[in-house]
T-cell receptor, first 116, second 110 residues
Framework: GAVVSQHPSRVICKSGTSVKIECRSL??????MFWYRQFPKQSLMLMAT?????????EQGVEKDKFLINHASLTLSTLTVTSAHPEDSSFYIC????????????FGEGSWLTVV | QKEVEQDPGPLSVPEGAIVSLNCTYS??????FMWYRQYSRKGPELLMY????GNKEDGRFTAQVDKSSKYISLFIRDSQPSDSATYLC??????????FGAGTRLFVKA
């Protein structure tokens, strides 16, 4: 079964509103989680690394004020897309690293965001 | 040069064929080697994980790592239409740093 749960799987929001996506590690504590964005037929694009209890580290070109990341506990990281626009519509995927299994990365099921 | 090179395909094979998927990498500091399978509109699923040269088998899947050549492979025996997906190789290092290949799209025709 899934070891990383992501919610919601699909969300539609109006342009200008904010939407929050949750990522939970189910079977292990994750000090580090990652957020990716994926466009159709393209590979994963790392957006940011989420560290429990500290600020996220964003990749170059990713707006930290637009994509707010909070990693408040060892099992939960959230990504909030603020003031969403249609160009933010995409597939967002989180992953978490399990130190107990040789730093293996497990992915969530992904969240489809559509901004109308 | 990308840190991980993977042919994006698409690769189309008949049902029952042996599939060979490959990646090369450039940084020998990475210690972990993974293969993920991603179905359309789903998150990637971990298929195989290894950290040493040689072969690792799990059912119809065999992962092969050759650190001297910096070459990793995934073989799928008796391929099924349900194996149709995108396969991503990944190399990992300390602190969960993981580099993914572009992914190879595989189609297995019934």
């Amino acid at each position: 079964g899934a070891v990383v749960s992501q919610h919601p799987s699909r969300v539609i929001c109006k342009s200008g509103t904010s939407v929050k996506i949750e990522c939970r590690s189910l079977d292990f504590q994750a000090t580090t989680m990652f957020w990716y964005r994926q466009f159709p037929k393209q590979s994963l694009m790392l957006m940011a690394t989420s560290n429990e209890g500290s600020k996220a580290t964003y990749e170059q070109g990713v707006e930290k004020d637009k994509f707010l990341i909070n990693h408040a506990s060892l099992t939960l990281s959230t990504l909030t897309v603020t003031s969403a626009h249609p160009e933010d519509s995409s597939f967002y995927i989180c992953s978490a690293g399990d130190q107990g299994k040789g730093n293996t990365i497990y992915f969530g099921e992904g969240s489809w965001l559509t901004v109308v | 040069q990308k840190e991980v090179e993977q042919d994006p395909g698409p690769l189309s094979v008949p049902e029952g064929a042996i599939v060979s998927l490959n990646c090369t990498y450039s940084n020998s500091a990475f210690q972990y080697f993974m293969w993920y399978r991603q179905y359309s509109r789903k998150g990637p699923e971990l298929l195989m994980y290894t950290y040493s040269s040689g072969n690792k088998e799990d059912g119809r899947f065999t992962a092969q790592v050759d650190k001297s050549s910096k070459y990793i492979s995934l073989f799928i025996r008796d391929s099924q239409p349900s194996d149709s997906a995108t396969y991503l190789c990944a190399i990992g290092g300390g602190g969960f740093k993981t580099i993914f290949g572009a992914g190879t799209r595989l189609f297995v025709k019934a």
